[in-house]
């Protein structure tokens, strides 16, 4: 176990004096993979910042209740009650046919027009909240307050709540094949390195074996040598992402106060940030194994 | 401790580097390897060390069988083998200390004890003040000797030399050979290969002649 902890200790040493002594070099590669890395975590990021404006200024989808011109305050009251019995309901809104036409006025600024009207032309109506998020339970909600007597219609923006969930839907799997893509090139970029490395260290590693070094440890400097690029892609990619955000912030700022309403970029959070280190620093782990795998057996001594 | 039976040894291509070898070395014996260049003296040693394995006939080493040997195990076989080369193979990124270090340093030692032997060994050969200094400032003799102080730090019950005293004048590897022989005393077993068999006449050690891979008599 102390011997384990000692070859672990050193390997790693070694690997960062390498580092040290190609610094450049060393920097260089980490940058190609922390681009590799921040594009599809960038966009990943983006999706979700997506997702959290599209509930922020749509609000999350509400059925609304549109009632028969021939229900009266008691069937009111019932209806009502019914609603609140429902347990996937959060929330009840009533706007009377009079309040409609007040926030008509006072809202949309048609007070001209409707001064015009003879009568009220709107319904009572209840608007209601459902506790679920996806498209599919509140469309059954729907359907079944559909059913409730008096009740002439139920009407839910639908088509906007499946488009959002289609559009996240798509940008969730286009993240994916990217991060698969980019995570094979990440893998043969550091599988390519660490081949350059035991290159030049032939001598050393031919050496070792004749004064027997065993396979794990002739291999482990290099899986470390994987990782730890992996591990510092990662961390640059999170900076090339925090960056862009802020970079992006401004504008975005801009562009809400245009819609009045406030909304900036939020970066990942610290699950997806440690999510994202641990998939450099595992790729960049398999592609030194799967390069050592493959090269360590020719340097085999004679 | 090292056993020849009817060994041996074809190259891809048809070369025969040995051909029925059969011979004994005792624990704690000395002996020499002799042959002109090309008899098999190299290939030789190496299935002492599991570099090469025989095509025939069985090699045991330390009561192991080198050709049914796994690949794991060879290692730790290699880590009770010292070895000299002809050629050094010293790291020229590395200095004479961490030279000697390595073996220990691929055996788990502890620093501050392997530390202890590195000096012990290095002193053991007559390096021990230029410990700091990297192979390409020694001279051919001082490489030499870094080689066998890599090749005793770690205590190997058997030291194998090939040509150890090839490329040094006369005096230079009567010191080489004066060291084997200390060695030798505290009870190393040692094996060197030499095209010159005056040597084993000198030193009152075994002789085994190689002629185009086979034993003479």
Same mark, same amino acid.
């Given at each position: 176990?102390?011997?384990?902890?000692?070859?672990?200790?050193?390997?790693?040493?070694?690997?960062?004096?390498?580092?040290?002594?190609? #610094?450049?070099?060393?920097?260089?590669?980490?940058?190609?993979?922390?681009?590799?890395?921040?594009?599809?975590?960038?966009?990943?990021?983006?999706?979700?910042?997506?997702?959290?404006?599209?509930?922020?200024?749509?609000?999350?989808?509400?059925?609304?209740?549109?009632?028969?011109?021939?229900?009266?305050?008691?069937?009111?009251?019932?209806?009502?009650?019914?609603?609140?019995?429902? +347990?996937?309901?959060?929330?009840?809104?009533?706007?009377?046919?009079?309040?409609?036409?007040?926030?008509?006025?006072?809202?949309?600024?048609?007070?001209?027009?409707?001064?015009?009207?003879?009568?009220? #032309?709107?319904?009572?109506?209840?608007?209601?909240?459902?506790?679920?998020?996806?498209?599919?339970?509140?469309?059954?909600?729907?359907?079944?307050?559909?059913?409730?007597?008096?009740?002439?219609?139920?009407?839910?923006?639908?088509?906007?709540?499946?488009?959002?969930?289609?559009?996240?839907?798509?940008?969730?799997? +286009?993240?994916?094949?990217?991060?698969?893509?980019?995570?094979?090139?990440?893998?043969?970029?550091?599988?390519?390195?660490?081949?350059?490395?035991?290159?030049?260290?032939?001598?050393?590693?031919?050496?070792?074996?004749?004064?027997?070094?065993?396979? #794990?440890?002739?291999?482990?400097?290099?899986?470390?040598?994987?990782?730890?690029?992996?591990?510092?892609?990662?961390?640059?990619?999170?900076?090339?992402?925090?960056?862009?955000?802020?970079?992006?912030?401004?504008?975005?700022?801009?562009?809400?106060?245009?819609?009045?309403?406030?909304?900036?970029?939020?970066? #990942?959070?610290?699950?997806?940030?440690?999510?994202?280190?641990?998939?450099?620093?595992?790729?960049?782990?398999?592609?030194?194994?799967?390069?050592?795998?493959?090269?360590?057996?020719?340097?085999?001594?004679? | 401790?090292?056993?020849?039976?009817?060994?041996?040894?074809?190259?891809?291509?048809?070369?025969?580097?040995?051909?029925?070898?059969?011979?004994?070395?005792?624990?704690?014996?000395?002996?020499?390897?002799?042959?002109?260049?090309?008899?098999?003296?190299?290939?030789?040693?190496?299935?002492?060390?599991?570099?090469?394995?025989?095509?025939?006939?069985?090699?045991?080493?330390?009561?192991?069988?080198?050709?049914?040997?796994?690949?794991?195990?060879?290692?730790?076989?290699?880590?009770?083998?010292?070895?000299?080369?002809?050629?050094?193979?010293?790291?020229?990124?590395?200095?004479?200390?961490?030279?000697?270090?390595?073996?220990?340093?691929?055996?788990?030692?502890?620093?501050?004890?392997?530390?202890?032997?590195?000096?012990?060994?290095?002193?053991?050969?007559?390096?021990?003040?230029?410990?700091?200094?990297?192979?390409?400032?020694? *001279?051919?003799?001082?490489?030499?000797?870094?080689?066998?102080?890599?090749?005793?730090?770690?205590?190997? *019950?058997?030291?194998?030399? /090939?040509?150890?005293?090839?490329?040094?004048?006369?005096?230079?590897?009567?010191?080489?050979?004066?060291?084997?022989?200390?060695?030798?005393?505290?009870?190393?077993?040692?094996?060197?290969?030499?095209? /010159?068999?005056?040597?084993?006449?000198?030193?009152?050690?075994?002789?085994?002649?190689?002629?185009?891979?086979?034993?003479?008599?």
């Amino acid at each position: 176990m102390r011997i384990w902890l000692i070859h672990h200790r050193q390997a790693a040493a070694l690997v960062l004096r390498q580092f040290a002594r190609t #610094p450049v070099a060393t920097f260089l590669t980490m940058l190609v993979i922390a681009v590799s890395l921040s594009l599809p975590a960038g966009l990943y990021a983006l999706l979700k910042n997506v997702n959290d404006l599209a509930s922020l200024a749509h609000g999350e989808p509400q059925i609304t209740l549109v009632l028969a011109s021939s229900a009266n305050s008691s069937a009111i009251d019932d209806i009502r009650a019914r609603l609140q019995k429902y +347990a996937d309901i959060a929330e009840v809104r009533f706007i009377s046919r009079e309040q409609g036409l007040q926030e008509l006025n006072k809202d949309v600024g048609l007070g001209e027009i409707t001064a015009g009207l003879e009568k009220n #032309p709107l319904p009572d109506i209840f608007t209601v909240r459902s506790t679920h998020h996806d498209a599919e339970s509140i469309v059954r909600l729907q359907k079944e307050l559909q059913a409730l007597p008096k009740v002439d219609a139920a009407l839910l923006d639908e088509a906007w709540a499946k488009r959002l969930e289609a559009l996240l839907g798509l940008g969730q799997k +286009a993240v994916l094949i990217l991060a698969i893509l980019l995570g094979f090139a990440l893998v043969v970029i550091t599988g390519n390195t660490v081949r350059l490395q035991i290159l030049s260290a032939r001598d050393e590693i031919e050496v070792s074996k004749l004064i027997g070094a065993t396979d #794990p440890f002739v291999r482990r400097p290099f899986l470390y040598h994987g990782a730890l690029q992996g591990l510092c892609g990662g961390i640059l990619a999170w900076a090339i992402v925090a960056i862009t955000f802020h970079l992006l912030n401004d504008n975005v700022g801009k562009l809400t106060d245009l819609y009045s309403f406030s909304f900036l970029l939020t970066l #990942p959070s610290t699950t997806d940030i440690a999510g994202l280190l641990i998939f450099g620093a595992l790729l960049g782990w398999l592609g030194a194994y799967l390069s050592v795998g493959r090269h360590l057996r020719e340097v085999e001594p004679h | 401790m090292i056993s020849f039976s009817q060994v041996s040894k074809r190259f891809p291509g048809g070369f025969e580097a040995l051909r029925d070898v059969t011979f004994t070395i005792e624990a704690g014996e000395m002996a020499f390897v002799s042959g002109h260049s090309g008899a098999g003296k190299s290939t030789l040693l190496k299935m002492i060390a599991a570099i090469e394995t025989p095509s025939s006939g069985s090699v045991v080493v330390n009561g192991q069988n080198i050709g049914k040997m796994s690949r794991t195990a060879v290692p730790y076989l290699r880590r009770n083998v010292g070895l000299v080369f002809q050629d050094h193979k010293l790291l020229f990124n590395r200095t004479a200390f961490e030279n000697v270090m390595l073996p220990l340093h691929i055996a788990g030692f502890d620093p501050t004890e392997g530390a202890r032997r590195v000096r012990a060994a290095l002193d053991k050969v007559g390096l021990l003040n230029r410990e700091k200094a990297f192979p390409v400032a020694l *001279s051919g003799g001082e490489q030499q000797r870094l080689c066998i102080a890599r090749a005793i730090v770690n205590r190997p *019950s058997i030291l194998l030399a /090939d040509e150890p005293t090839g490329n040094l004048d006369a005096n230079y590897a009567h010191d080489i050979l004066e060291m084997f022989k200390s060695f030798n005393q505290v009870g190393v077993t040692i094996l060197i290969a030499t095209p /010159d068999p005056t040597a084993a006449r000198e030193w009152k050690a075994r002789l085994l002649t190689l002629n185009h891979g086979a034993l003479a008599a």
